[in-house]
């Protein structure tokens, strides 16, 4: 059971490249979503998805584009790296939206990501 | 905000004694609390959650406690053990913020053998 699967570990980027950072999940699950983490502010949500062919924005989407075209997939694409976007970022996926029934959120094991 | 940079607060404590993270929240809305393990190089780890009609849950060896009064939340680990050793997250979810879970900035947890 492989759960959530992020691609790649690591990753350096020059700023102005592009590049799409993969998620996967093989569980069904209709919810799905991306989080930055850096030192001190916790996770912050970048975008998420309520199901194939719906995503909308979190607290932190500037720079960040993400598509749902099937259900186990929900790739996060940045559109020209900046300094700013050094972090670690991690997917995560629910059966439901969290908060409704015992509903536990699965995280992937994360990107880490260097912007020069 | 809740930056405290890149020095997490730590709580160290001996191994078998027992472990208290706390944790403040600021939406009185939030209707749904959640604790997070995250191991070094992992992502985080559901541990266990509440809901605001709740004060008291318990699992294996953990326990949360919810004070909405002074909008505080608690994990209390029995017994703790070296695997217990992470950083520990609380989260928040309100209906007035669909599907946005809100986490807190962490605290770490040393345990000595």
């Known amino acids: 059971n492989a759960g959530v699967t992020q691609t790649p570990k690591f990753q350096v980027l020059k700023t102005g490249q592009s590049m799409t950072l993969q998620c996967a999940q093989d569980?069904?699950?209709?919810?799905m979503s991306w989080y930055r983490q850096d030192p001190g502010m916790g996770l912050r949500l970048i975008h998420y998805?309520?199901?194939?062919?719906?995503?909308d924005q979190g607290e932190v989407p500037n720079g960040y584009n993400v598509s749902r075209s099937t259900t186990e997939d929900f790739p996060l694409r940045l559109l020209s790296a900046a300094p700013s976007q050094t972090s670690v970022y991690f997917c995560a996926s629910s059966y439901s939206e969290i908060g409704r029934g015992n509903t536990e959120a699965f995280f992937g094991q994360g990107t880490r990501l260097t912007v020069v | 905000g809740e930056s405290v940079g890149l020095h997490l607060p730590t709580l160290s404590v001996q191994e078998g004694d027992n472990s208290i993270i706390n944790c403040a929240y600021s939406n009185s809305a939030s209707d749904y609390f959640i604790w997070y393990k995250q191991e070094s190089g992992k992502g985080p780890q559901f541990i266990i959650d509440?809901?605001?009609?709740?004060d008291k849950r318990q699992g294996q060896r953990v326990t949360v406690l919810l004070n909405k009064t002074v909008k505080h939340l608690s994990l209390q680990i029995a017994a703790t053990q070296p695997g217990d050793s992470a950083v520990y997250f609380c989260a928040e979810y309100s209906k007035d913020s669909s599907y946005k879970l809100i986490f807190g900035s962490g605290t770490r947890l040393l345990v000595r053998p």
């Open positions: 569980m069904n699950h209709e919810y």
């Open positions: 509440i809901r605001s009609n709740m």
């Open positions: 998805s309520v199901g194939a062919g719906i995503t």
